[in-house]
């Protein structure tokens, strides 16, 4: 399975973005089965979980990013979303996104840098 992050791009503080995953390869019920998650890791920072979403829909956010960000997911399509609003300049990071448990192989990334 290969981790397809985009979305990513250079954004002014307090603006919105929409990032988005594909699990490519990814068997859909081995897919829709699983919790998925976004993380982000910023430069010389360890990678960071923030939102979670379970099988059943069920979410749950980092005090972080708790208000700001919504994960979501589209089983048909092997997809996750993560929409990110109020932008904050400790938002900037590389962003990706994987199973919350037993993770597949990471992908690239996509990178978010936020402005002031």
């Known amino acids: 399975v290969r981790m397809v992050e985009s979305g990513g791009k250079l954004v002014q503080a307090g603006g919105s973005l929409s990032l988005s995953c594909y699990a490519s390869?990814?068997?859909?019920?081995?897919?829709?089965?699983?919790?998925m998650a976004w993380y982000r890791q910023a430069p010389g920072k360890q990678r960071e979980l923030i939102a979670t979403?379970?099988?059943?829909?069920?979410?749950d956010h980092a005090d972080s990013v708790k208000g700001r960000f919504t994960i979501s997911r589209l089983n048909a399509k092997r997809m996750v979303y993560l929409q990110m609003n109020s932008l904050k300049p400790e938002d900037s990071a590389v962003y990706y996104c994987?199973?919350?448990?037993?993770?597949?192989?990471w992908g690239q990334g996509t990178q978010v840098t936020v402005f002031s």
């Open positions: 994987n199973r919350h448990a037993n993770q597949w192989s």
């Open positions: 979403i379970t099988s059943g829909g069920r979410t």
């Open positions: 390869g990814a068997i859909l019920s081995d897919f829709s089965g699983n919790g």
